[in-house]
């Protein structure tokens, strides 16, 4: 089935170590990305999202991430994590067929510890 | 600040009694979704609503419906709220179809 997948469903991390997660989609043609961050006890929110033009897209808070469209994917980077960054994250596939319809990975939580 | 807000916050229902989660938006966006997520899964979108027109996805229960009376304004109404009903339910705005999505910080429904 057609899909977003998150290879990692728990990340831990020491604070000022680098951040790679992964996300993989598997639907063809022009599709728009996303990474969401989920704050406990917050909504969601907008990391960065491509939708066409330079692959590497900076977001906020020092996050960035790389569309590879050889690979179907759309891996989210952070060169060092800081404790605040304790949170859920979300990739997200926005693929033509679909409508405007997004279609969530299982979300990686990522806790950094101080 | 423009934003997307939910109403209420937390919502106690009991078995097959009707319940409504309200959304709001300040941002003026045409488009407004429904997403259901349920503990340690991803958000499932249920249906939106692009200005008045309203698209379902294929897969949502019949007891789950949306009103949207105004641009600001859109509700989703359960009608017979079951045990597995028991979710996060978060509203999205966006301004046009295939634009970023914005959302609300959720309503989590406890069904006893």
């Known amino acids: 089935a057609q899909s977003v997948s998150q290879h990692n469903h728990h990340v831990i991390l020491s604070e000022a170590a680098s951040l790679e997660l992964g996300c993989n989609y598997s639907?063809?043609?022009?599709?728009?990305l996303f990474w969401y961050v989920q704050y406990p006890g917050q909504h969601l929110q907008l990391l960065l999202k491509y939708f066409s033009g330079d692959p590497l897209v900076k977001g906020i808070k020092g996050f960035e991430a790389e569309f590879i469209k050889s690979k179907f994917s759309f891996n989210l980077r952070k060169p060092s994590v800081q404790w605040s960054d304790t949170a859920e994250y979300f990739c997200a596939a926005q693929p033509p067929e679909y409508g405007n319809k997004l279609v969530f990975g299982a979300g990686t939580i990522l806790r950094v510890k101080s | 600040d423009a934003m997307v807000i939910q109403n209420p916050r937390y919502q106690v229902t009991q078995f097959g009694k009707p319940v409504t989660l309200s959304c709001s938006q300040t941002?003026?966006?045409?488009?407004m979704y429904w997403y259901q997520q349920k503990s340690s899964q991803a958000p499932k979108l249920l249906f939106h609503?692009?200005?008045?027109?309203?698209?379902n996805e294929a897969d949502t229960p019949d007891n789950f419906q949306s009103r949207r009376p105004n641009t600001s304004f859109c509700f989703l109404d359960i009608r017979s709220p079951g045990l597995g009903d028991a979710a996060m339910y978060l509203c999205?705005?966006?301004?046009?179809?295939?634009?970023?999505?914005?959302f609300g910080p959720g309503t989590r429904l406890l069904v006893l």
């Open positions: 941002l003026n966006h045409n488009v």
């Open positions: 609503y692009y200005d008045k027109d309203f698209n």
């Open positions: 639907y063809g043609g022009t599709v728009n």
């Open positions: 999205a705005t966006s301004r046009g179809p295939w634009e970023t999505q914005y």
